[in-house]
Structures are given as structure tokens and as C-alpha cells.
């Protein structure tokens, strides 16, 4: 059983440039989720889905940010026109959506805008 | 909004040790599940423990156990006979029972001695 990937694992850019970044959940996990960490904090939440629906988006996610999971199996999440303050690691996470539901994290992606 | 602290931002202890992190949290619901996550540097986070909020019994995982004291919104983690692996970042998080996101603590820094 593989865990949670995302790729790339690091990403360099420009402010103002685009980019995306892609996870693959454990493969029988329906929910997914994405989280911000910046240095010397805990993750915050972004946005998770359950199979193709979003569920719910923080106040964190403004409008340069978006989120897809059109097959409710891998996810995108893309940072239009990124800021210096976009700078962070960003995790992906999934759960079943019973009982408990324990998230498994995977490795992030962390970025950095200059 | 339910919020998570952890007033420690670094703790240290001697190998073979025993060390207890805490954490406070805020909610004004009753139905909800807590858990420690450990993230070693550069390394992914990893789940350590967790607790259902309507179980009164302690929750223990080998060397790690948890003292979650309800009423006064407390759940502190105990490392026992503590092991040089066991330097990382700890964090605590809450999740409601209904809502699928975690809500994280800034971390206590685990620092283990020779």
C-alpha cells in the first residue's frame, strides 16, 4: 500500500508566475485534503474534497488559489499570480470518510516564490 | 472556531527519559476526536497517537500515551523511555466530528539527549 505522493517536492518561482502542484491520495481514500505550513507554524487547512466534491475552502484560499479533483482521484492545486508571502509547504492528506477517518499525510511541496 | 494550544515551543529530555507535551484546545462541542502528529525534519508528518473525545479511557500506543482531560479541554502526550528517533516536531490537532478538517497547535520541538 503507497502512501500519499506529491510531486514536485520543491518548486522555485518568480512572483507573479503560475503554478500547480499535484497529489495522489492513498488509492482507497475518498477524501483529500490541503494544507498550508509555514515556518515555525502547524498546517492550516486549505480545502478538501470527498471523490470529485469540494466540501469546504478556508478564508485562506483566496481567489489566486483554486483546487480540482476531476476524478476524485488525484488533486491539483494551482497559485495563479503567486506572492513572496505564497512561500510555504504545502501538504496533501487522506482519509476514508468512516469512523474516524486518521489523515495520512504525504511528504508536501514546498515552495518558494522570489 | 475551535482553536489548539501548545505552550512549549522547544522541550528537551534525556534518552530514556520521560517527557509529556501539552496541549490545550477550544470547542463548544462534544463530540469530536484529538491526535499528536510528529513531523521529524524534512521528513513527513506520521500520526502518533489519537483519542476519541466520548472515550473516558486514555489512549496509549507502546511508549506514547495520552492524559485527555476533558472538562478542562487538556490532552497532553507522555513519551516514554524516550529514544533519540523520537526528536521531531509535535503537534496536536482537533477535528470535529462533523467537519473533516484538522485544526493544528504551532508545535513543541522535541529535542532528545544523549
Known amino acids: 500500500d503507497t502512501g500519499v505522493s506529491q510531486d514536485p517536492r520543491h518548486k522555485i518561482t518568480k512572483r507573479g508566475q503560475n503554478v500547480t502542484f499535484r497529489c495522489d491520495p492513498i488509492?482507497?481514500?475518498?477524501?483529500l485534503y490541503w494544507y498550508r505550513q509555514t515556518l515555525g507554524q502547524g498546517p492550516e487547512f486549505l480545502t478538501y474534497?470527498?471523490?470529485?466534491?469540494?466540501?469546504?475552502k478556508s478564508r485562506l484560499l483566496s481567489d489566486r488559489f483554486s483546487a480540482e479533483r476531476p476524478k476524485g482521484s488525484f488533486s491539483t492545486l494551482e497559485i495563479q499570480r503567486t506572492e513572496q508571502g505564497d512561500s510555504a509547504m504545502y501538504l496533501c492528506?487522506?482519509?476514508?470518510?468512516?469512523?474516524?477517518?486518521?489523515?495520512?499525510f504525504g511528504p508536501g511541496t514546498r515552495l518558494t516564490v522570489t | 472556531a475551535q482553536t489548539v494550544t501548545q505552550s512549549q515551543p522547544e522541550m528537551s529530555v534525556q534518552e530514556a527519559e520521560t517527557v509529556t507535551l501539552s496541549c490545550t484546545y477550544d470547542?463548544?462541542?462534544?463530540?469530536?476526536?484529538l491526535f499528536w502528529y510528529k513531523q521529524p525534519p524534512s521528513r513527513q508528518m506520521i500520526l502518533v497517537i489519537r483519542?476519541?473525545?466520548?472515550?473516558?479511557q486514555n489512549a496509549t500506543e507502546n511508549r506514547f500515551s495520552v492524559n485527555f482531560q476533558k472538562a478542562a479541554k487538556s490532552f497532553s502526550l507522555k513519551i516514554s523511555d524516550s529514544q533519540l528517533g523520537d526528536a521531531a516536531m509535535y503537534f496536536c490537532?482537533?477535528?470535529?466530528?462533523?467537519?473533516?478538517?484538522?485544526?493544528f497547535g504551532t508545535g513543541t520541538r522535541l529535542q532528545v539527549t544523549l
Open positions: 474534497f470527498q471523490n470529485e466534491a469540494q466540501l469546504e
Open positions: 470547542t463548544s462541542e462534544s463530540d469530536y476526536y
Open positions: 488509492s482507497e481514500h475518498n477524501r
Open positions: 490537532a482537533y477535528r470535529s466530528a462533523k467537519i473533516g478538517k484538522l485544526t
Open positions: 492528506a487522506s482519509s476514508t470518510a468512516e469512523g474516524i477517518y486518521e489523515q495520512y
Open positions: 483519542q476519541e473525545a466520548y472515550k473516558q
